[in-house]
């Protein structure tokens, strides 16, 4: 399947709108072409609560055209599994004076439009019962606006993406169970209307199904059939007389939809406000993500400035090497703190890959903050985080070849290698298994061979070569050098305390980077798994910045405490501290899975735990980094400030 990476680059280009926290609607530069054009309805993927695997409209026996043409145009969308193509629902004709505006010929009511009639065998019902068990719905788009089905009862309005294939029920006076087809769509298209002008932009894309048994007089005539459905006046809908539609083989299914127009006082600019509300609940979870920081931050100061201030002046008014041996604390390590600890190149391999993640994970916030994703594009946001990865692979290389010399080594080709395979490698094995499921189950989720192909030969002929640069370059920086001489001999380390057991403490320093995202996560995985709409991205920069300043300061804490228990084996202990979140996430993930979604399928459950499997090393890598620099930059900054005989 052809993808356009060009249409990132000129999405980043022509779209600009800013606002910290809110949906970002964007503004596309306009374009004449004042021509008559139909206001055609999209169709996209099929999608289900209960099992994440998604499918094209058009395998399931809907009224199909003539050619059926794919509008997925970028990578992010066929990684998605979008699959927009053209339909038969035509709202009327439109005379397109730009891409946001256009005059409307035609904003008539029209009632009972027939799209096709078709005669279902008995696998094409089998397979709508079988959509119809898993709830499917069904998904459609409109001006870039994606169908919603409005939800009663709220305080706020709330909008469920896509109508349902169809409802199971029980006939009367008996235990059978009976299958209703949804065949009859009532759209309502809301439109915003210039008081100068004759110009409309659509502002919002409503639907209400139903099931209808729809019969007819005489011999079929295409759209000219008259119904008897339909009463005397044109296109007028009867209140059902021969009930809902119930699946049969070998039965006429009739497929017939209204169009109603309501002018609406909804801003263009904010048409994306009333798909993604911002709620009490999201702003509690940034407001205590502060206080969190704000305290750990605190008690971080009152250490630097008291603690750290007192214990520096007291060693440095010290007479004598007598004197000194008599003191306990974390200057007696001196020696032995920076003694390269064990498996040197594995933990520069995950620190250059959290990097990585770093500089990809800042640039797409900080784009995504000035409002250079559309809500209309959703694949844009996944290219640009693929192809951030590939061009951050430069900065990967050469972390990693700077912490390699600064631990002695001098293989920089085999460290670079590592960086360059390791985490890929890994990613891509879990990728091919869970890419071979979705084949298995003829998901329209699954990435086709060409595309497979475009993603090996970015990581091959992109990347890979970035980490080499990379890693070149910082090899021949000067080596980072240490504020103290490390012993021949290594120290030995007294008894700890119970809670500076290495597995108590980098378990007790995973919790509160976990709790400073954990509100914003859940919100994360409501949009991915049970199909609601995130645009927040004000919220999740700040987010993630009360992330980095979390990690960095639990970090320091804890590295604190450690050495002034004389242990100086504080390298890995410094990574894996922060990482461990990554744990809590992962069983976060798994609580959210049991409580909030309903997938019991075998095939769905593994692509849940794939993926999340995915997230928690992405995280563990991305968090562990950040406590890794943090430790290492405390560290050289108190020992630098003691006088060391």
């Known amino acids: 399947m052809a993808t356009t990476h060009s249409a990132m680059l000129l999405l980043v280009l022509t779209c600009a709108s800013a606002a910290c926290g809110f949906p970002f609607p964007g503004v596309v530069a306009p374009v004449d072409f004042r021509k008559k054009d139909l206001l055609a309805v999209k169709v996209s993927q099929l999608s289900s ?40 629902y035509e709202l009327g004709a439109v005379l397109t004076l730009n891409l946001t505006a256009m005059q409307f010929e035609m904003m008539e009511t029209k009632l009972c439009q027939i799209v096709c009639k078709v005669v279902l065998s008995q696998q ?130 009739i497929f017939t939809y209204d169009v109603n127009f309501e ?67 974390w200057k007696l390590v001196h020696g032995d703190v920076f003694r390269p600890p064990a498996n040197t190149d594995l933990l520069c391999v995950h620190v250059g890959t959290g990097v990585q993640f770093f500089g990809m994970i800042l640039v797409t916030l900080l784009f995504a903050v000035l409002g250079l994703f559309l809500p209309s594009n959703p694949g844009g946001l996944i290219t640009t985080m693929l192809l951030l990865w590939v061009f951050m692979g430069l900065f990967a290389g050469y972390s990693t070849a700077r912490l390699h010399k600064m631990f002695g080594g001098s293989e920089w080709k085999k460290i670079t290698i590592k960086t360059a395979m390791i985490f890929p490698g890994v990613i891509f094995v879990i990728f091919i298994i869970l890419n071979a499921l979705l ?43 240490y504020p103290v001489r490390t012993n021949k001999t290594p120290r030995p380390i007294p008894g700890q305390p119970w809670y500076m057991n290495p597995f108590i403490s980098i378990l007790i320093g995973g919790i509160l980077p976990f709790g400073a995202v954990l509100m914003e996560f859940f919100f994360i995985l409501t949009s991915i798994w049970l199909h609601q709409f995130y645009y927040t991205f004000g919220f999740l920069f700040l987010v993630f910045v009360v992330l980095i300043l979390t990690c960095a300061s639990a970090t320091i804490l804890l590295c604190y405490f450690q050495l002034c228990s004389e242990n100086y084996h504080w390298w890995w202990r410094s990574y894996l501290t922060p990482g461990s979140s990554a744990l809590y996430l992962f069983l976060y993930a798994t609580f959210y899975f049991f409580t909030k979604l309903q997938i019991t399928k075998v095939v769905p459950t593994a692509l849940y735990f794939g993926y999340m499997l995915i997230a928690s090393y992405a995280f563990f890598m991305l968090t562990g980094t950040m406590g890794f620099y943090a430790c290492l930059w405390f560290t050289r900054l108190i020992y630098s400030s003691v006088k060391i005989d």
């Open 49 to 88: 609560f209960k099992t994440p695997l998604p499918y094209s409209y058009y395998s399931l026996p809907f009224c199909r055209p003539h050619t059926v043409t794919n509008s997925a145009n970028n990578l992010g969308e066929v990684l998605r599994g979008d699959r927009v193509e053209n339909s038969l």
């Open 263 to 329: 002018e609406s006082d909804i801003k263009w600019e904010s048409r994306w406000d009333t798909y993604n509300p911002v709620n009490n609940e999201h702003w509690f979870s940034v407001v205590n993500s502060l206080m969190m920081v704000l305290f750990l931050s605190g008690t971080i100061a009152m250490i630097m400035l008291r603690t750290l201030y007192r214990d520096i002046s007291r060693y440095n008014q010290l007479g004598n090497q007598e004197e000194t041996q008599e003191e306990t604390g």
């Open 439 to 481: 084949w298995g189950e003829e998901s329209s989720g699954a990435v086709p061979f060409t595309t497979m192909f475009i993603l090996v030969l970015l990581w091959f002929g992109v990347s890979v070569p970035l980490v080499f640069v990379g890693s070149y370059l910082g090899f021949n920086k000067p080596t980072i050098e």
């Open 124 to 253: 094409e019902v089998n397979d709508l019962k079988e959509k119809i068990d898993d709830e499917y719905h069904v998904n459609m788009i409109l001006d870039d606006l994606p169908m919603v089905v409005p939800i009663m009862g709220y305080d706020q309005p709330f909008y469920q993406q896509g109508v349902l294939v169809g409802f199971k029920g029980r006939s009367r006076g008996s235990d059978d169970s009976i299958y209703l087809l949804v065949n009859h769509l009532k759209f309502l298209v809301k439109y915003n209307k210039d008081a100068h002008t004759d110009l409309a932009r659509i502002v919002a894309f409503e639907v209400t199904q139903s099931s209808i048994k729809h019969g007819y007089d005489g011999d079929w005539k295409g759209n000219a059939t008259n119904l008897k459905t339909c009463d005397s006046r044109p296109g007028h809908l009867v209140i059902n007389t021969d009930g809902p539609q119930i699946l049969e083989a070998n039965k006429e299914i």
